[in-house]
């Protein structure tokens, strides 16, 4: 089974890339001229690489027609919500252009490909307090440019699994995280401070907005979740994947800390270049549809968390 994964060099791609591999998968990945492939060195001599960038539609049609693939992921974006902000523009035209890019080329050239396409909970945006747990059906009301544009690209699946029965799942995913996290999301944050406040090379942690409530997963749950939908899910239907509980900022700072080796007082201190324009309170999936399937979440999140520091020491030391 040829399996095309397009941002497969990023965090979650990486991952997704190896547990398919670990079962028996052929993968081929999309990357940029200028993608870094660190993540994926260590698998890289196992899978397919093809250069596209996924706002080309003439890239894109290449790609499709050479690799043929039989499922697709399309996890290439922008996905930095902050970074949303500061360039919409951009993020506009990766997620939602790049999206429209792989559905006609696909409608085109591999009519019966199965297509993945990952959606994230920042669509649900302003949640109101008796919509909590969030379920699929909730209204949608985003709060950043990148939240609009995963509506734009969800709607767009669905429209094109409607207007010509293309076999396109849609998949919202909560918080989740791990070792390769990019260093400027949240959990990497308190994880690479913390160590450098092991190392003595702070004596403070900065934050952000820590009284936000998130749902976080373990990004190996999440890509066992990808596959699954691939297999079983139905075409033209959303499923959130998540752990269904909630877990404040301020809490999961504290997990970070109880794992330092230094134990001196940590001072923690607001930063104002880390608060969002707007932000979601609290963000709290219910995971029941996919659970009808036969997922689960199951890595705790205090597992995550050892990882994550564990991963962070060996790159500040490296």
């Not at 608060?275 to 979440?297: A, E, H, Q, T």
Request: glycine content about 6%; overall charge neutral.
């Amino acid at each position: 089974m040829r399996i095309l994964i397009t941002g497969i060099s990023g965090f979650v791609g990486s991952h997704l890339a190896e547990y398919e591999l670990s079962i028996g998968m052929e993968i081929t990945g999309a990357i940029r001229h200028r993608s870094n492939l660190k993540n994926i060195e260590r698998i890289k001599n196992d899978i397919g690489l093809v250069e596209c960038d996924v706002t080309d539609s003439f890239s894109v049609v290449k790609m499709i027609r050479e690799v043929k693939p039989d499922i697709i992921h399309h996890l290439a974006a922008q996905s930095f919500v902050p970074t949303s902000w500061r360039s919409p523009q951009e993020t506009l035209n990766v997620n939602i252009m790049g999206t429209v890019n792989i559905l006609e080329a696909s409608r085109l050239y591999c009519p019966e490909a199965i297509i993945h396409l990952t959606g994230s909970s920042e669509e649900y945006g302003l949640v109101l307090k008796d919509e909590i747990p969030i379920k699929e059906t909730n209204p949608l009301r985003p709060m950043s440019p990148y939240g609009v544009s995963k509506v734009a690209e969800d709607l767009l699946g669905q429209q094109y699994h409607h207007s010509y029965d293309m076999k396109i799942i849609i998949s919202r995913a909560f918080n989740h995280e791990g070792a390769r996290r990019g260093k400027e999301f949240v959990t990497s944050q308190f994880a690479r401070q913390t160590i450098m406040f092991e190392r003595k090379q702070t004596n403070e942690i900065l934050v952000g907005n820590t009284e936000a409530i998130r749902d976080f997963s373990d990004v190996r749950d999440i890509v066992r979740a990808y596959w699954l939908l691939t297999q079983k899910g139905l075409a033209g239907e959303v499923y959130n994947i998540c752990s269904g509980k909630g877990t404040r900022m301020t809490e999961l700072l504290m997990m970070f800390l109880e794992l330092r080796t230094r134990r001196d007082q940590v001072t923690i201190r607001g930063d104002a270049s880390r608060i969002r324009p707007s932000d979601v309170p609290v963000l709290i999936g219910d995971n029941s549809k996919i659970k009808k399937l036969g997922w689960k979440p199951e890595i705790p999140l205090e597992e995550t968390v050892a990882w994550m520091m564990d991963y962070w020491r060996e790159e500040i030391a490296g």
